[in-house]
């Protein structure tokens, strides 16, 4: 009898999404796959029969870190440029810090599409996170499959830029995103977010405009 509960929460949270906040047509297979998964996810490792206790997992860091992965990836794409199923789901464990079993749907999405620039892109990041901030040759690979099938997207050099930075390269760091933003269009819309970025690693870096030497502010 504890299912029902379950269930019907499931039910009344998908109604919420497409009557309450007029989720779009478009969107209510994918919406209804991730609680679905959610559902079936649980009924493998939950236990709704026992008693609660704090269990294992992973940390409130990495489960911000997977959402400010997530959302900063999809600064790089139109709202308009739906990721695939598989790419949705993935992110569903990256908000929640499992980077592993992101890294294990992603895999299934480049083998379905091996074309699919933003799955490559969410592998390469999910398989840093999941080694700790380290760029493995696998993720390298990751992010050079995304600029291959997409090499107009500044998204996979941005975020070899950033698992750059995380392995204490902020050189090699600088040096990619001071390229992407001199190739890139003054109207890019991406433009700013990095030039604030770019600014913010060279104050850390201690790298500034000169002093002024007019004597003013003195």
Same mark, same amino acid.
């Given at each position: 009898?504890?299912?029902?509960?379950?269930?019907?929460?499931?039910? /009344?949270? %998908?109604?919420?999404?497409?009557?309450?906040?007029? /989720?779009?047509?478009?969107?209510?297979?994918?919406?209804? $796959?991730?609680?679905? %998964?959610?559902?079936?996810?649980?009924?493998?490792?939950?236990?709704?029969?026992?008693?609660?206790?704090?269990?294992?997992?992973?940390?409130?860091?990495?489960?911000?870190? =997977? &959402?400010?992965?997530?959302?900063?990836?999809?600064?790089?794409?139109?709202?308009?440029?739906? #990721?695939?199923?598989?790419?949705?789901?993935?992110?569903? %464990?990256?908000?929640?810090?499992?980077?592993? !079993?992101?890294?294990? %749907? @992603?895999?299934?999405? *480049?083998?379905?599409?091996?074309?699919?620039?933003?799955?490559?892109? $969410?592998?390469?990041?999910?398989?840093? &996170? !999941?080694?700790?901030?380290?760029?493995?040759?696998?993720?390298?690979?990751?992010?050079?499959?995304?600029?291959? *099938?997409?090499?107009?997207?500044? +998204? #996979?050099?941005?975020?070899?830029?950033?698992?750059?930075?995380? $392995? =204490?390269?902020?050189?090699?760091?600088? +040096?990619?995103?001071?390229?992407?933003?001199?190739?890139?269009?003054?109207?890019?819309?991406?433009?700013?977010?990095?030039?604030?970025?770019?600014?913010? @690693?060279?104050? @850390?870096?201690?790298?500034? #405009? $000169? #002093?002024?030497?007019? =004597?003013?502010?003195?």
């Amino acid at each position: 009898m504890t299912w029902l509960p379950i269930i019907a929460l499931a039910a /009344l949270t %998908f109604g919420i999404a497409v009557y309450a906040l007029k /989720l779009p047509r478009s969107l209510w297979m994918l919406f209804a $796959a991730a609680l679905l %998964f959610g559902l079936a996810g649980y009924a493998m490792q939950g236990s709704p029969d026992l008693a609660s206790a704090p269990a294992a997992g992973p940390s409130a860091q990495q489960s911000e870190t =997977g &959402e400010l992965l997530v959302e900063a990836r999809r600064e790089f794409y139109p709202d308009t440029a739906l #990721p695939s199923r598989f790419v949705v789901t993935a992110d569903a %464990f990256a908000r929640r810090g499992q980077f592993e !079993h992101a890294a294990n %749907f @992603l895999r299934n999405a *480049v083998s379905e599409n091996p074309r699919d620039g933003e799955a490559w892109l $969410a592998l390469g990041n999910a398989l840093v &996170e !999941h080694a700790n901030g380290q760029l493995t040759a696998a993720a390298l690979y990751a992010y050079s499959q995304a600029e291959e *099938v997409q090499p107009g997207n500044p +998204a #996979p050099t941005y975020f070899l830029g950033l698992a750059l930075l995380r $392995a =204490g390269q902020p050189g090699q760091t600088r +040096a990619l995103w001071s390229e992407l933003l001199e190739e890139a269009p003054a109207d890019a819309a991406w433009r700013p977010a990095l030039e604030m970025r770019l600014q913010r @690693l060279d104050a @850390l870096l201690g790298i500034g #405009p $000169a #002093p002024d030497s007019s =004597g003013t502010g003195q």
